[in-house]
Nanobody
Framework: QIQLVESGGGLVQAGGSLTLSCAVS????????MAWFRQAPGKEREFVVA????????SYAESVKGRFTASKGDADTTLYLQMNSLTPDDTAVYYC??????????????????WGQGTQVTVSS
């Protein structure tokens, strides 16, 4: 059973930066698709970015394009989300998700069977 553990959330002022991490264990393959989603208070969970591990191709939501950068760590055991130029609209619980098998860069939550517990990001104005 794959476990995902997010970290790095916190409180930051508008215009600031934050980097989230998602640790994957155990890691038995170098394929798969990983993603970040977020859920703001009173809103539906929404797609942020997906990354295909074997090719390092990525797809970003329009709302974060140019400000957020997803990357994978060594041995594909960690996924990072570098967030710059943060605004109060980025305030949300951020979730890491994973599909073990290779596939498309899906924005659908149901595509990813494994999820972390989430980490809170709060951006003050």
């Amino acid at each position: 059973q794959i476990q995902l553990v997010e970290s790095g959330g916190g409180l930051v002022q508008a215009g600031g930066s934050l980097t989230l991490s998602c640790a994957v264990s155990p890691r038995t393959t170098d394929t798969g698709v990983m993603a970040w989603f977020r859920q703001a208070p009173g809103k539906e969970r929404e797609f942020v970015v997906a990354i295909r591990l074997i090719s390092d191709t990525k797809s970003y939501a329009e709302s974060v394009k140019g400000r957020f950068t997803a990357s994978k760590g060594d041995a594909d055991t960690t996924l990072y989300l570098q967030m710059n130029s943060l605004t109060p609209d980025d305030t949300a619980v951020y979730y890491c998700a994973m599909r073990e098998r290779d596939g498309i860069l899906s924005i659908r939550q149901s595509y990813y069977p494994f999820w972390g517990q989430g980490t809170q990001v709060t951006v003050s104005s």
